[in-house]
């Protein structure tokens, strides 16, 4: 069932576009009523481990603030924390659509504001590190990014330590700008992590959105992206690695609202240790004024051990036979024999054989992020994974 209405406050050139109503993209509301607590029953929520979220989706007081933050930024970028008040949150059209970024939203006192001026070019990326220190009390974040038009730059967020985390992220790509925008999860183990990130892309303009999860017990993101006009472009990669008893969790919904636009997805996850257990959820949504659009997900898994699991579901919705092109693809598979066993034949050890398979696995992905700064430290991240439970097995 569909019902036009106007597009949210701050939509560039007013596009009509329509609202879809669907159990996969529940209408958004910042009112805690409308969100009740899940059961656990819910589209949203069949999937996630409810008892290991600490109560961020029931009642846990959000007023912890167990965790600092640290800023290496270019000349030229500005990074400051605003309160409410007289913060811009809400420009990039964030709506929580779960009860979790309700509370998150409602909870915040400040927003922490990244801003890249009209123009901007910068190679350095800005780094924002947030060092969590305890998990006793769950805390509430507000993080904007905005790039003004025709800006080029990239801002990294990096996690670690030990948190109960709930965040809301608001991404304003505007007019012919270019960002990059990465989050890198490299949690403690006990670290529980539920953000919900929302990107407007404006005409012309170009959003590569990534998302790397190694670390935390249980890590959960909500990422949606919309245009504002026609032209825009959002590339969504991803990689993770889920360890015993880990659950990692990313859902997608690219939702083309305005004609001429395009969109990109891949994540690629391995998985390793009993009870490790990984979701994918891509939605992508072409709606009836979406013409001449072209769009593709993939998710790629690779299980490492037994008793892993992972869910991949990709979903795509179209409203108009007017485009470019649209697919998606999903697969979860062990290790290639067929490349273990040549690898075996010309004289390289079995752990060597397997951890060339999976650096290979995910060697084009970490190219594709491109952060320089970023490449090293991935592929040593991968290499440190592996030794957790493939180095035992052997």
């Known amino acids: 069932m569909t019902a036009t209405v106007s597009t949210a406050v701050g939509l560039s050139n007013a596009l009509e576009v329509e609202r879809v109503e669907s159990h996969l993209h529940p209408d958004g509301s910042f009112d805690l009523a409308d969100h009740p607590v899940p059961t ?22 959000l007023e912890g603030e167990e965790y600092k933050v640290e800023v290496d930024l270019p000349d030229g970028i500005a990074a400051t924390s605003v309160p409410v008040a007289q913060s811009a949150r809400g420009i990039a059209g964030l709506v929580p659509s779960d009860r979790v970024s309700a509370r998150a939203w409602a909870a915040a006192k400040s927003v922490f504001e990244i801003t890249i001026p009209e123009d901007y070019a910068g190679d350095r990326a800005a780094t ?12 509430a974040g507000q993080l904007l990014v905005r790039a003004g038009r025709h800006s080029r730059s990239t801002v990294v967020v990096e996690y670690s330590g030990s948190a109960t985390w709930a965040e809301n992220v608001e991404i304003l790509v505007e007019d012919g700008a270019d960002l990059t ?28 959105h990534v998302s790397v999860s190694f670390g935390g017990d249980v890590v959960r993101h909500d990422a949606t992206a919309e245009y504002s006009g026609p032209g825009g472009s959002v590339e969504m990669l991803g990689m993770y690695f889920a360890d015993e008893g880990q659950h990692i969790e990313h859902r997608l919904f690219v939702d083309h609202t305005a ?13 390793q240790g009993h009870g490790a257990h990984t979701v994918w959820i891509g939605n992508v949504l072409i709606r009836k004024i979406a013409e001449g659009i072209e769009t593709y997900e993939e998710n790629r898994n690779l299980v490492l051990t037994d008793g892993c699991r992972a869910d991949s579901v990709p979903n795509l919705e179209i409203e108009t036979g007017e485009i470019e092109g649209a697919g998606h693809a999903s697969a979860t598979g062990r290790f290639d024999d067929e490349q273990l066993f040549y690898l075996r034949s010309r004289g390289i050890e079995e752990f ?11 060697h084009d992905l970490i190219r594709r992020i491109g952060v320089e700064s970023l490449e090293s430290k991935l592929a040593e991240t991968v290499e440190a994974e592996l030794s957790k439970n493939v180095l035992k097995a052997l």
């Open 128 to 139: 924002v590190r947030l060092i969590g220190t305890g998990t006793e009390l769950a805390s």
């Open 40 to 61: 656990g029953m819910e589209e949203i929520w069949r999937f996630t481990p409810l008892k290991r979220l600490r109560g961020l989706h029931s009642d846990a007081s």
């Open 259 to 271: 004609p001429k636009t395009k969109s990109n997805v891949v994540y690629k996850g391995a998985l």
């Open 181 to 208: 925008f990465v989050t890198v999860q490299d949690w403690a183990d006990d670290a529980v992590h539920h953000a919900t990130h929302h990107a407007r892309v404006g005409r012309d303009a170009n959003l590569k």
């Open 352 to 362: 060597e054989a397997r951890r060339l398979v999976v650096h290979g696995f995910f």
